[in-house]
Structure formats: structure tokens, C-alpha cells
């Protein structure tokens, strides 16, 4: 083997583009290390796209005695709010009460309830959801999102759309995240610092050489080939994770992975108010019912085992009526098949902790370095976007072990792109859009503040008329914005900007898709242009 010279190694290598893989590229750039990172499709095109677009600490895990997890996820609520004003934003959850509810019969709550008050039979009491919302307000420091109250739904907005049986409800505070943008932004702001950030690029194989990884990597889009040599290896892989250990880096390691399909609808808007819903069954799960994207309302999750991560995740039939049965226990409206819009899926990579069931898996991280062959790799197990930052510190303490970091942890609270503004400041930024722009309706300058931030101008740039702005696709989408979204954002395709960028998928016909895509496929070239 020839000797590399240093400038040809990279620190760290990462496999795999979603907000695991993004994220810790963002903060290994950002402290100096050198960073190349490859995803086989479109960023946040498998998992991180899939969520259920939340940002939240996660409630439900208290009843598992999940704390540091749910301490470190509502502390992370605020300071990602901070840096993320335009793609996150607060919202009011309404919690229906009523004796019926249920504790999924596994959890430790549920069997510590049922081995000291067996008369519960069960059921989740009024007093334990009190406490579980005071610990949810207390847990993590609180300072920006208003707490816990008791509602009187009697002639209240909020029981409007819910059945007649419900007279009492509690409301909480957590945050919503455009989850996709999260990805595009980190990965921006990871180039920005110097990381080098490949998509449609797929990791053939990694085999150690005298203590140095060597990556051969293949760009889809023309099978071209290329070796990269790195010191560290950064298995962000996410549902292919364990395929990754076993088939690309050949690892003989017991860790293993735990595919989990959580699946979601999205109907037309159902009720007029801005409130979420969070439901509870009496089979012990939940769902939320969320406002979504102005005209529809997003109703998911379900918890389901899934087998081969080559199989591309589908919200299933049963699935569909699962959620609409699970509904249709609180909504007065009586929901159908004919009512879902849209559906999406998507398979959470949870660590194999051997729980009974999907349900109850844990949904911490675990990260774990294995150096058997000759060359240390991380490999990235489970995960929530709500701590993806907090993942990315703790790989970073990793990755220290065997490199040196130039500088300390630096990202809490440091705007991603367009994020650098108030985080009461939105309606300012879409006013002072429609002043610089009075061609703009309401939705158009909103939407382009929220995906966009302070860059939204950018985007417009010179326009005085709707005209200027070039070809019209559609529901406010037009050339300048794709032209923008390839050069500075990655897309290469209809669906990269329709369903990963914004959800106008939902307003565009087939046609003005297939007019888009056609449009897109005339303006690329043979490899992405790296964004600016």
C-alpha cells in the first residue's frame, strides 16, 4: 500500500444523510475535524422524514421510566428553538380525559399499578396523569413554553370536533419540527464549515488498511466509483445500520438493531383551532391529531414490527384502519378511507434492548465504537429528533477517544440557516416579506418564512412581480424556488422538493409533478453541485 499523505485521510466518515449522520457532521466540522459524508438517496429521504414532526420529550416514555431520555429531550425543546425559529415552533396539546384509558400492559407503571392497586384493572387514573404532567413540566427546566392546565371542555373551541363524553381535558406545551428541513439545514451548515456532503452516493464497502479506513463509494446516478480514506468511520445508517456492520464494514458484533414501522394518515383539516390532540386508547397506545400544513390534519402513530429495511415502509390497510378506528373514538365526525389524503411510513432504527414488544423498545440512543478491525467505527443505534444535537455530543465524546478535537462543543443555541431571528419573530419576518414583496399572498409569504427564515428574501430575490419569478408549477412554487432549492438544498428531483423540502405534494396534481420533475431532469447535471 502506497503511503497517504495526510491532506488525502479524512478525520471521519460518515454513512448515511439523516439527522444522526447531519447532525454529527455539522458538529465535527464545526469543532475542525475533517468530514466527508455519503447518503445512498436524497438527505432525510428514509426515517427522518418519517416522524411524526415533533419535537417533543416524549410522555409517554414516564410510564417506561425513561427520565434521562425525557430530561434531556424537554431541555433540548428550548434550545432548539432558539436556533430553529422558522422550521419549529410551540404548540398546545389538549389531552381528553376519560375513566376508560388504558396502560399498555407492559410498561413498568402499569405493573407496579397492578401489583399495588389491582382494583385499577388497568386503567390510567386521573391522579397519575397529573404527575406524570407536573414531572413533564419540571423535568427540564421550563423557561420559554407555558406549562399545564386543567380545561373545562364545556363550550370550549377545543371540544368542538370531540364527542359529547368529553368534559375534561389537560393541556400541555411541546414543539413541532418540519423534520426533513432539520436534515437539509444541518448538512448546509456542516458544508458551510467544511464537511464534504455527497447524496445519491452509496458505500460499496470499508475495509481497514494499516489502521486507516478505505470507503469505496459509488454515485447512483452514473455508477461512477471513488475511495475515500479516513481515520474514523461514522455508521449513521439508521434502519441499515446492522446491514452496514455486517455486509460493508464486516464486523463480527452482537449489537443489534430493532425496525419499528410508525405509520401516519393525513386528512382534510377536521377542526378549525390550532390545538393539537393527544389521544389515548383503550389498549394502553396513543395517537396524536396535529394541524397540518394549513389545510389538513395529520393523525399517527402506530407501532409496528418490520423485518427487512430493503422493504420500503407503507402505512398497510389494517394500519389505516387502526388509526381512523382510534380516531373515530374521540372525533365526533366519523373518519373513513375516503377521508385520508395521504399516508406515509416510516421505520424507526431502535437499539435492540430485547423488549417485549414495539411498543415498549426503548427509544434512547446507544452508540458504540467497535475497533476489531483495526480502525475504530461509531455505529449510531435508535435516536429521536428531538435530541439528535445532544446524539451528536455524545458521539463527538466518541470520537475523541481516538481522534483529537480542536475545539469543544459549540452548537446549543447557534442558528441553522435562516434561523436567526426571535423566536417570536416570524409574523415580523412574513410582514416585512409582504412589504418587500406585495405580490405574495398570505400562505405564500408565510410558507416561504417557515421553510426559509431570513434566507426567504433570497430565494425571491429581485422579483417585483409574480412573473419575474420564472415558470409557476403550481400552489406558489416556482422556478426561482427550484432553482434555489438545487443549488443551495441538494434536490435533484420532484420529490426531493414536493415531499422533503415542503409538502406541496398534498396541493400538486400528477401532472404539474410530472411537468416539475420533467423541468428538473432538463436542469441537472451528471453530479450535484455541492450548496453554497
Keep these: 500500500m502506497r503511503h497517504l499523505a495526510d491532506s488525502e485521510i479524512t478525520d471521519i466518515f460518515i454513512i448515511g444523510g439523516g439527522i444522526n449522520g447531519c447532525g454529527i457532521a455539522r458538529d465535527a466540522a464545526g469543532r475542525g475535524l475533517s468530514v466527508a459524508l455519503a447518503e445512498m438517496n436524497d438527505l432525510a429521504s428514509a426515517t427522518s422524514s418519517a416522524s411524526t414532526k415533533l419535537f417533543h420529550g416524549g410522555l409517554r416514555y414516564l410510564e417506561y421510566f425513561e427520565f434521562r431520555l425525557v430530561r434531556e429531550a424537554l431541555i433540548e425543546r428550548e434550545t432548539l428553538l432558539k436556533a430553529m425559529p422558522h422550521i419549529s415552533w410551540p404548540m398546545r396539546f389538549v389531552l381528553p380525559y376519560h375513566k376508560d384509558m388504558r396502560f399498555e400492559s407492559d410498561t413498568p407503571t402499569s405493573k407496579l399499578l397492578g401489583l399495588f392497586m389491582p382494583w385499577m384493572k388497568g386503567r390510567r387514573p386521573a391522579w397519575l396523569i397529573r404527575l406524570g404532567l407536573f414531572m413533564y413540566d419540571h423535568l427540564g427546566g421550563r423557561k420559554i413554553l407555558p406549562g399545564t392546565a386543567t380545561l373545562d371542555l364545556r363550550g370550549a373551541k377545543e371540544s368542538e370536533p370531540l364527542q359529547d363524553r368529553f368534559a375534561k381535558a389537560y393541556e400541555y406545551s411541546d414543539c413541532w419540527v418540519e423534520d426533513s428541513r432539520l436534515v437539509v439545514l444541518n448538512a448546509r451548515d456542516a458544508e458551510a464549515r467544511g464537511a464534504h456532503i455527497m447524496t445519491r452516493t452509496q458505500v460499496v464497502s470499508a475495509t481497514s488498511e494499516n489502521g486507516i479506513w478505505r470507503i469505496e463509494t459509488r454515485y447512483t446516478e452514473n455508477n461512477e466509483r471513488q475511495t475515500f480514506y479516513a481515520r474514523m468511520l461514522v455508521n449513521a445508517g439508521g434502519p441499515w445500520v446492522g446491514d452496514i456492520i455486517q455486509s460493508k464494514v464486516r464486523l463480527n458484533s452482537r449489537e443489534g438493531v430493532r425496525l419499528v414501522r410508525g405509520s401516519h394518515i393525513v386528512t382534510r383539516k377536521l377542526y378549525d383551532h390550532d390545538k393539537c390532540y ?3 386508547g383503550t389498549d394502553g397506545r396513543i ?36 388509526l381512523l378506528g382510534f380516531a373515530n373514538q374521540y372525533f365526533k365526525q366519523e373518519l373513513s378511507r375516503e377521508d385520508v389524503v395521504w399516508t406515509y411510513s416510516g421505520v424507526r432504527p431502535l437499539y435492540d434492548d430485547g423488549a417485549s414488544s414495539a411498543t415498549a423498545a426503548t427509544r434512547d440512543y446507544t452508540l458504540k465504537v467497535d475497533t476489531s478491525a483495526g480502525a475504530p467505527v461509531l455505529n449510531i443505534f435508535g435516536g429521536k429528533i428531538t435530541t439528535y444535537r445532544r446524539l451528536a455530543e455524545s458521539a463527538m465524546e466518541k470520537i475523541g477517544g481516538h481522534l483529537t478535537l480542536p475545539k469543544d462543543k459549540w452548537t446549543a443555541g447557534v442558528p441553522l440557516p435562516g434561523g436567526d431571528f426571535p423566536v417570536d419573530g416570524v409574523d415580523r419576518l412574513v410582514a416585512d416579506l409582504h412589504k418587500r414583496y406585495p405580490f405574495l399572498s398570505d400562505f405564500w409569504a408565510r410558507r416561504l418564512v417557515r421553510a426559509y427564515g431570513t434566507e426567504a428574501a433570497g430565494v425571491l430575490g429581485n422579483a417585483e412581480q409574480a412573473a419575474d419569478l420564472g415558470e409557476d408549477f403550481g400552489a406558489t412554487l416556482t422556478e426561482s424556488e427550484i432553482n434555489w432549492l438545487m443549488k443551495h438544498e441538494y434536490a435533484r428531483t420532484a420529490e426531493d422538493v414536493i415531499w422533503r423540502r415542503n409538502k406541496l405534494g398534498l396541493r400538486l396534481t400528477k401532472e404539474q409533478t410530472q411537468k416539475l420533475d420533467d423541468w428538473m431532469a432538463r436542469r441537472r447535471q451528471s453530479k450535484p453541485a455541492a450548496a453554497e
Design 278 to 280: 393527544f389521544f389515548q
Design 287 to 322: 395517537i396524536f391529531a396535529i394541524p397540518y400544513e394549513t389545510d389538513f390534519t395529520l393523525i399517527g402513530t402506530t407501532d409496528a414490527e418490520h423485518s427487512d429495511p430493503s422493504v420500503k415502509p407503507e402505512c398497510t390497510p389494517g394500519e389505516q384502519d387502526y
